[in-house]
């Protein structure tokens, strides 16, 4: 009787020693996943399933946004797990508890977030000659460089450009007269993420003038050392545009005897060579 007593106490003490491991594997959960910012990532599955122990398990996930504190999730008690919508990147984890038995955990899984698109715009509106082509662009701030975008010139979608860097110019093309509204249809960074707003459209306006050029101005002269030169005259008049012309004079920087002075249309005393530009620009 004694005997029998004694092999029931080292039993239960002691329950490894007869059909059961001496210690608990967790198994293995998976896999590591990249995601958009604001986006749920996919259930955390187990892929190979707890050993030793009792046989009989209980589980509970765990999170961490550094892979260092830990926190229960309340409720992920379940095998797998799903985890909720995300806005930084974090890390989970499940602890395996068998019986008597110390509690085991899985290796981590990282789930990272994607930097969000905070900024998408259009750049700019502008009015422009017929038969000439300008240039647009696109502010793009977050996500990861570079871009892919699709734009739509009055309901009419255009070819997408890829490899876009925020801000690179976008030729229009030679445009004839009329109006052209520009608007952005898609964004998405290297990773596929979009942004919550595509900004708003702009507008490109083609006059229906022919295209601008400045016509020539004075011709070149040779003066005395302290002198003046003679008034820059219009040789031919600038042709294209509506007929209506403001003149204008691109400044010069020059440096007459160690004094820097803006020299525009009207000629002055020189002591030094000086080349005047007659810029026109149609109103």
Not at 102 to 125: D, E, F, G
């Amino acid at each position: 009787m004694k005997k029998l007593l004694v092999i029931l106490i080292f039993l239960n003490y002691f329950p490894f020693a007869f059909n059961q491991t001496a210690t608990v594997n967790p198994g293995t959960i998976g896999v590591a996943q990249r995601i958009c910012y604001n986006t749920a990532p996919a259930p955390l599955t187990e892929l190979t399933p707890p050993s030793g122990g009792t046989g009989t398990y209980t589980y509970q996930w765990q999170r961490s946004t550094n892979n260092s504190t830990w926190t229960n999730i309340t409720g992920a008690t379940s095998k797998g797990y799903n985890p909720p919508v995300l806005t930084r990147t974090t890390y989970y984890r499940r602890s395996v508890k068998s019986g008597s038995y110390a509690t085991v955990r899985t290796s981590s899984v990282r789930i990272t977030v994607n930097p969000q698109i905070t900024l998408v715009q259009l750049h700019n509106n502008i009015t422009i000659n017929n038969n000439t082509s300008t240039n647009i662009y696109v502010t793009i701030t977050g996500g990861t460089s570079p871009y892919t975008i699709n734009y739509s010139i009055n309901g009419v979608a255009q070819a997408a450009i890829s490899n876009y860097v925020s801000n690179t110019n976008i030729s229009t093309g030679v445009l004839t007269s009329g109006v052209y509204n520009y608007v952005l249809t898609s964004v998405t960074d290297t990773y596929g993420c979009a942004p919550t707003s595509l900004g708003t459209g702009i507008t490109v306006t083609v006059n229906g003038g022919t295209g601008l050029t400045a016509g020539s101005v004075g011709s070149a002269q040779s003066i005395c050392y302290n002198t003046t030169p003679a008034e820059l005259t219009q040789l031919t008049a600038p042709p294209g545009g509506d007929g209506t012309y403001i003149p204008m004079a691109e400044p010069r920087q020059i440096t007459l005897r160690g004094r820097t002075s803006q020299e525009r249309l009207h000629p002055i005393i020189l002591r030094q060579p000086l080349r005047h530009q007659h810029i026109t620009d149609e109103l």
